[in-house]
């Protein structure tokens, strides 16, 4: 599929919806044809096998230095999901010692693959502001309660939400948590190579990262920890790959062009976080003054730079979007799930949002792909689709 001409007829089309994914960075593609061909086992004594291994060795580095970690501190999984699956668990050891973890807190705009993908028996979502922002005192307070109550707590805040690009004070929750006892794990799918991620600055103790949204192959994730000796029960045994954390013949393929992007995101992520902010800010500017009943989400709040949700008035939010796809322009809808399917989206909820206006709140998110003639692609698109599509009902496919 070509995604700057997916339907032949030779007009551009505009890809703004990087945080659902990102497309194939040119250096990821190479990297994954360059294992393509042979076989690949990376647990193989022979030779193929020996390259394979060093392609995944090289690519582990390449992730672990994105977030300041060794190499050996970087377990492979699937995605993003099966990372904070992994992480989600009540049992663990920490530093070689055994600890158990009695609650989940987790902030309330958490991704689903947090709020829905753990193996606690006890959750307790934590309040954000109106910008999306975690409210620590929350924190604090239960953590407090937890510890009185001699419950340790595994503490789950992203680093950036998904949704609205917000960024989450993660340092600080983390110092929080582990004044109480607790273990920390961040969510850091949506701010890798899109803000600097230090795994010991942020103080965390797992930090879990996906290939796809910086410009890798979907399929490949990883769960980083602050400590080679911070072990989780593996989901999958199998045969023991990943020093016996998470079983299954290694994606090779995908793997290395997770090290290739990761390589890449890390090099130009100064240049690419100012380019896309003034991209950003062009598009919100020029869409704010050209649709009228227009409003930014979260703009209050530090944000990513690659990322704005902007509620029309008076507009559904899925009539839009597939108006728009009809325009030559990808976007998601604020509160598009997985699926594709259009719920009630949590994170405006837990903002305080109210239903009208979040019903009407589309994504757009830039990256590597990106340039100047997409905003003003899009922003002619919006000046034309919003007020053809105002009032109307949910169209149903
Ligand atoms: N966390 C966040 C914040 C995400 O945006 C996503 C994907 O949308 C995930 C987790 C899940 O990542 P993956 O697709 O690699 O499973």
Same mark, same amino acid.
């Given at each position: 599929?070509? $995604?700057?001409?997916?339907?032949?007829?030779?007009?551009?089309?505009?890809?703004?919806?990087?945080?659902?994914?990102?497309?194939?960075?040119? /250096?990821?593609?190479?990297?994954?044809?360059?294992?393509? !061909?042979? #076989?690949?086992?990376?647990?193989?004594?022979?030779?193929?096998?020996?390259?394979?291994?060093?392609?995944?060795?090289?690519?582990?580095? *390449?992730?672990?230095?994105?977030?300041?970690?060794?190499?050996?501190?970087?377990?492979?999984?699937?995605?993003?999901?099966?990372?904070?699956?992994?992480?989600? /668990?009540?049992?663990?050891?920490?530093?070689?010692?055994?600890?158990?973890?009695?609650?989940?807190?987790? &902030?309330?705009?958490?991704?689903?693959?947090?709020?829905?993908?753990?193996?606690?028996?006890?959750?307790?979502?934590?309040?954000?502001?109106?910008?999306?922002?975690?409210?620590?005192?929350?924190?604090?307070?239960?953590?407090?309660?937890?510890?009185?109550?001699?419950?340790?707590?595994?503490?789950?805040?992203?680093?950036?939400?998904? *949704?609205?690009?917000?960024?989450?004070?993660?340092?600080?929750?983390? %110092?929080?948590?582990?004044?109480?006892?607790?273990?920390?794990?961040? !969510?850091?799918?949506?701010?890798?190579?899109?803000?600097? $991620?230090?795994?010991?600055?942020?103080?965390?103790?797992? +930090?879990?990262?996906?290939?796809?949204?910086?410009?890798?192959? /979907?399929?490949?994730?990883?769960?980083?920890?602050?400590?080679?000796?911070?072990? $989780?029960?593996?989901?999958?045994?199998?045969?023991?790959?990943?020093?016996? %954390?998470?079983?299954?013949?290694?994606?090779?393929?995908?793997?290395?062009?997770?090290?290739?992007?990761?390589?890449?995101?890390?090099?130009?992520?100064?240049?690419?976080?100012?380019?896309?902010?003034?991209? %950003?800010?062009?598009?919100?500017?020029?869409?704010?003054?050209?649709?009228?009943?227009?409003?930014?989400?979260?703009?209050?709040?530090?944000?990513?730079?690659?990322?704005?949700?902007?509620?029309?008035?008076?507009?559904?939010?899925?009539?839009?979007?597939?108006?728009?796809?009809?325009?030559?322009?990808?976007?998601? &809808?604020?509160?598009?799930?997985? &699926?594709?399917?259009?719920?009630? &989206?949590?994170? +405006?909820?837990?903002?305080?949002? !109210?239903?009208?206006?979040?019903?009407?709140?589309?994504?757009?998110? $830039?990256?590597?792909?990106?340039?100047?003639?997409?905003?003003?692609?899009?922003?002619?698109?919006?000046? *034309?689709?919003?007020?053809?599509? %105002?009032?109307? #009902?949910?169209?149903?496919?």
């Amino acid at each position: 599929m070509d $995604l700057q001409d997916k339907d032949g007829s030779g007009r551009r089309r505009v890809y703004l919806d990087h945080n659902a994914t990102a497309p194939l960075h040119p /250096q990821a593609r190479a990297a994954a044809l360059a294992c393509m !061909d042979g #076989p690949c086992n990376a647990s193989s004594i022979h030779a193929q096998g020996r390259a394979a291994r060093a392609v995944v060795e090289k690519a582990r580095g *390449e992730v672990a230095r994105l977030v300041g970690a060794p190499g050996r501190n970087v377990v492979f999984t699937s995605g993003a999901t099966e990372a904070l699956a992994l992480a989600l /668990q009540p049992d663990m050891e920490l530093a070689g010692k055994p600890v158990h973890c009695d609650i989940l807190l987790a &902030s309330a705009v958490e991704h689903p693959a947090v709020l829905r993908g753990h193996r606690f028996a006890d959750m307790e979502t934590i309040e954000v502001d109106a910008s999306g922002r975690l409210v620590p005192d929350a924190l604090e307070e239960a953590l407090e309660r937890h510890a009185a109550a001699g419950r340790r707590a595994l503490v789950a805040i992203m680093a950036a939400n998904n *949704e609205t690009g917000v960024l989450q004070p993660v340092a600080e929750a983390a %110092r929080l948590a582990h004044r109480h006892g607790a273990v920390v794990l961040c !969510d850091a799918v949506q701010a890798a190579g899109r803000v600097n $991620l230090d795994i010991k600055a942020l103080d965390v103790d797992f +930090l879990a990262l996906s290939a796809h949204k910086i410009g890798g192959l /979907q399929g490949a994730g990883a769960l980083v920890s602050a400590e080679a000796t911070h072990r $989780l029960p593996a989901l999958l045994a199998g045969g023991g790959q990943e020093r016996g %954390r998470r079983g299954g013949t290694e994606n090779v393929p995908a793997i290395a062009a997770f090290g290739a992007a990761a390589k890449r995101a890390l090099e130009s992520r100064e240049s690419e976080a100012a380019r896309l902010c003034s991209l %950003r800010d062009r598009l919100e500017r020029a869409i704010l003054e050209t649709v009228s009943g227009s409003h930014v989400i979260g703009h209050d709040a530090e944000r990513l730079a690659n990322t704005t949700l902007i509620a029309f008035e008076n507009v559904r939010a899925e009539t839009l979007v597939i108006a728009l796809d009809l325009a030559h322009i990808s976007v998601s &809808s604020g509160a598009a799930c997985s &699926s594709g399917k259009v719920g009630a &989206s949590h994170v +405006l909820a837990a903002m305080g949002v !109210d239903a009208a206006h979040a019903s009407g709140a589309v994504r757009l998110s $830039l990256g590597w792909s990106s340039d100047g003639r997409d905003i003003d692609l899009a922003v002619a698109a919006f000046g *034309e689709v919003v007020p053809r599509v %105002r009032g109307r #009902p949910v169209r149903t496919v």
